[in-house]
Nanobody
Framework: QVQLVESGGGLVQAGDSLRLSCAAS????????MGWFRQAPGKEREFVSA????????WYSDSVKGRFTLTRDNAKNMVYLQMNSLRPEDTAVYYC??????????????WGQGTQVTVSS
């Protein structure tokens, strides 16, 4: 079992950067791919990015490609989402998840509680 805790959210202006962190507990962290999803008010949860177990492969949604970078440190049980050139449409609650390497919400087994990111124009 894996427990996930996100941090790093906040209120920023358009064009600013934020780095979200996800701390994982459990000795099996490196057995899971890690994903980030987000959910804006009134919208479904959507895929943002994923990284495979060994960090050799990453996946980004078209809306964040080129602006967001996902990394992981298996020695520290940490995942980081660097978000640059933020836009108002990036405003959402961001969730960290552990599971198979996938873009589908339903494939992930474990979820954090979420961290709010608000981007003002």
């Amino acid at each position: 079992q894996v427990q996930l805790v996100e941090s790093g959210g906040g209120l920023v202006q358009a064009g600013d950067s934020l780095r979200l962190s996800c701390a994982a507990s459990g000795r099996t962290f490196s057995s899971y791919a890690m994903g980030w999803f987000r959910q804006a008010p009134g919208k479904e949860r959507e895929f943002v990015s994923a990284i495979d177990r060994s960090a050799r492969s990453t996946w980004y949604s078209d809306s964040v490609k080129g602006r967001f970078t996902l990394t992981r440190d298996n020695a520290k049980n940490m995942v980081y989402l660097q978000m640059n050139s933020l836009r108002p449409e990036d405003t959402a609650v961001y969730y960290c998840a552990a599971g198979p390497y996938s873009t589908r919400t339903k494939d992930y087994n474990y979820w954090g509680q979420g961290t709010q990111v608000t981007v003002s124009s």
